[in-house]
């Protein structure tokens, strides 16, 4: 099993990982959604709960098989993590 990827905290059952992103403006969350709904698209992989508002987005994403949380979960959620770009970053 992979380490669970920066920022993301593995929770229970089902297995998923979850994943709060904060931002300072809405033009940026919104622009953070738009490259995730990108992503999605070109590798089919959709988180399966975003709850947004003006300043954030969570994100749960559930084990790929449904059973245990994988490479290929962690792969994507390092992705989604690279899409974010931190206040004064």
């Keep these: 099993m992979a380490d669970v990827p920066e920022g993301w905290e593995a929770r229970g059952k089902p297995p998923t990982l979850f994943r709060r992103f904060s931002f300072e403006r809405y033009s940026e969350t919104r622009a953070f959604l738009d490259a995730l709904a990108a992503v999605s698209e070109e590798t089919g992989v959709h ?24 490479e290929a979960d962690y792969a994507i959620a390092m992705r989604i993590s690279a899409l974010w770009k931190p206040a004064g970053g």
């Design 47 to 70: 988180p399966q709960n975003i709850n947004f508002g003006t300043t954030y987005v969570n994100l749960t994403l559930e084990a790929a098989d449904g059973s245990e949380l994988g």
